[in-house]
């Protein structure tokens, strides 16, 4: 039972347009959620959080937004640039309190020059 | 910023034999570490939740005489990888959380795991 859901495994996006990641959840108790950027044989970065309190966070060229109602969010990266280009996770937390981070299978995002 | 040192990153051993994988937080403590593993093209899957001075929680599947975590320090957890078979080969990350939500979780680099 996959309760964090990336459902495009890949996407390509020109350089300098918007990048939009998008990220479902099914369970309702999860409160914060994450974003990381991962290349190969390396450990994910974090990009930028929100909590369920709040529908949008804004960080520089990323903007998170947050649906409650529909369980999604989306991370969006403008402009758009070759090194962006890696692979996103979307996670979430805070599951009665825990701690634990629940990961999307992720969504390779290449921009191309 | 935060930093979080994973050794080493990359280990290949023999079937049978234990590897050792260090997760050491450079410039903060952290009460709590997280061990991860992940198949290619597939999502990160937490393994245990490594607590200082206690032992660890695993996660359900997770076989916890296989996979031995140690935490002894608030900047050290070690996972080792008891009579490694292939099917152990992987990616295995380790996290930590500095501070308050807002600061996510910081992760080491990985360590690539392949048992011949």
């Known amino acids: 039972d996959q309760q964090v859901k990336q459902n495009s495994p890949s996407l390509s996006v020109q350089e300098g347009r918007i990048s939009i990641l998008n990220c479902d959840y099914t369970?309702?108790?999860?409160?914060?959620f994450l974003w990381y950027k991962k290349y190969p044989a390396e450990g994910p970065t974090f990009l930028i959080s929100i909590s369920s309190i709040k529908d949008k966070n804004e960080d520089g060229r990323f903007t998170v937004f947050l649906n409650k109602s529909a369980k999604h969010l989306s991370l969006h990266i403008v402009p758009s640039q070759p090194g962006d280009s890696a692979v996103y996770f979307c996670?979430?937390?805070?599951?009665?309190?825990?701690?634990?981070?629940?990961f999307g299978k992720g969504t390779k995002l290449t921009v191309n020059p | 910023g935060a930093v979080v040192s994973q050794h080493p990153s990359r280990v290949i051993c023999k079937s049978g034999t234990s590897v050792k994988i260090e997760c050491r937080s450079l410039?903060?403590?952290?009460?709590?570490m997280f061990w991860y593993r992940q198949f290619p093209k597939q999502s990160l899957m937490l393994m245990a939740t490594?607590?200082?001075?206690?032992?660890?929680?695993?996660e359900q599947g997770v076989e916890k005489d296989k996979f031995l975590i140690n935490h002894a320090s608030l900047t050290l957890s070690t996972l080792t990888v008891t009579s490694a078979h292939p099917e152990d080969s992987s990616f295995y990350i380790c996290s930590a959380r500095r501070g308050s939500w807002h600061y996510g979780y910081t992760f080491g680099s990985g360590t690539r795991l392949t048992v011949v």
């Open positions: 996670a979430a937390s805070g599951e009665g309190g825990s701690e634990k981070l629940v």
């Open positions: 410039d903060f403590q952290a009460t709590t």
């Open positions: 369970n309702s108790m999860f409160d914060y």
């Open positions: 490594s607590n200082e001075g206690s032992k660890a929680t695993y």
